[in-house]
């Protein structure tokens, strides 16, 4: 199974819309996939008994993570790194079983010019330190609000395109790496 997570507890955002569009991509190649939604995660998670006691939305975000052959994250850029939520969620998760030998592919939204760059690239690094494959191919979304609204989805053609191929690859990456997908 693929997972995608929208990487922001950020309700209704655009991290979302892409989620879900990717979730309909990977559907449509015959792939089983879900969405994780950060936006879904009680606030508890957010309190320091959460490390000790998870609350159960994190535990069933984390099943779906350990039985995930590969992860999508779509990254919104936040003061010029990931959402704080997306690194407490990765901190969450149990140590070295979620991220050990998992291939993880990158899609970065933001509303500048860089599309997110700083933020996928942090996540590489955090996902290296824990042993991940990281897919190299990344797609970087610039003036986000220009590709993609909450009324309509995503509304570039050229766009929707490169995610595709995109997708393509990284399930030929699991794949090659003895993934069942």
């Known amino acids: 199974m693929i997972v ?6 950020r309700e209704g955002s ?4 892409f989620s879900n569009v990717l979730n309909e991509i990977y559907q449509e190649k015959g792939m089983d996939s879900k969405v994780l ?3 879904e995660l009680p606030p508890e998670t957010f309190s320091p008994s959460a490390y000790t006691e998870k609350p159960r939305k994190v535990l069933d975000f984390t099943n779906d993570i350990l039985n995930a052959s590969g992860l999508v994250i779509v990254v919104p850029e936040y003061n010029g790194s990931m959402p704080g939520a ?5 901190d969450l998760l149990p140590y070295p079983d979620s991220f050990e030998g998992r291939p993880i592919c990158y899609i970065g939204i933001a509303s500048g010019q860089f599309g997110a760059l700083r933020p996928v690239e942090h996540l590489q690094q955090v996902f290296g330190y824990r042993n991940a494959y990281n897919f190299p191919k990344r797609v970087f979304v610039p003036a986000v609000h220009n590709v993609a609204t909450h ?3 995503m509304c570039d053609a050229e766009l929707e395109s490169r995610l595709s191929k995109q997708a ?3 399930i030929q990456f ?3 790496l003895g993934k069942d997908i």
Not at 86 to 90: A, G, H, W, Y
């Open 4 to 9: 995608i997570i929208s990487g922001t507890n």
């Open 37 to 39: 939604e950060l936006s």
């Open 86 to 90: 997306l690194k407490l969620f990765i």
């Open 151 to 153: 009324e309509n989805g």
């Open 168 to 170: 393509d690859d990284f």
């Open 174 to 176: 699991c794949r090659s």
């Open 14 to 17: 655009l991290s979302s819309v």
